[in-house]
């Protein structure tokens, strides 16, 4: 049985691209803004992993992790996507949780290793 994958991209072409690559690996669920997501999860929907754009609308990334810790629920692994790279950016990232942080555009073969180390024991 594949793993879940939960994709949270607002932009429709990239979730799609995503969606269409990583479909092929994991079983994909997508979701277009983090607060859909983050009310998908609370209805008891648990993903392997998750991958999430920072800059979203209604909550960002950094809003869905924080929303995440606070549920007091295990955390799956979470990279973040995003247009944006800083240091500061990627630390404000990583403190709150995510295990990875992978800038666009991105190599998707690239991408799809760095999920697949997610599973590795």
């Not at 092929?24 to 999430?52: H, R, S, T």
């Not at 800083?86 to 990875?100: F, P, Q, T, V």
């Not at 992978?102 to 180390?117: A, S």
């Amino acid at each position: 049985m594949k793993k879940q994958l939960l994709i949270i991209e607002d932009q429709a072409s990239t979730r799609k691209l995503l969606g269409h690559f990583l479909g092929q690996f994991y079983d994909v669920v997508e979701k277009e803004n983090a607060a859909d997501a983050l009310n998908w999860m609370n209805e008891g929907n648990k993903p392997n992993a998750i991958i999430a754009d920072i800059i979203m609308p209604e909550m960002t990334g950094l809003e869905f992790l924080s929303a995440l810790n606070d549920s007091g629920s295990e955390i799956p692994p979470v990279m973040m996507l995003s247009s944006v790279e800083n240091s500061s950016e990627k630390m404000k990232c990583y403190n709150l949780g995510a295990r990875d942080y992978i800038v666009k555009p991105f190599n998707p073969e690239e991408l799809r290793v760095r999920v697949g180390n997610f599973f590795r024991n």
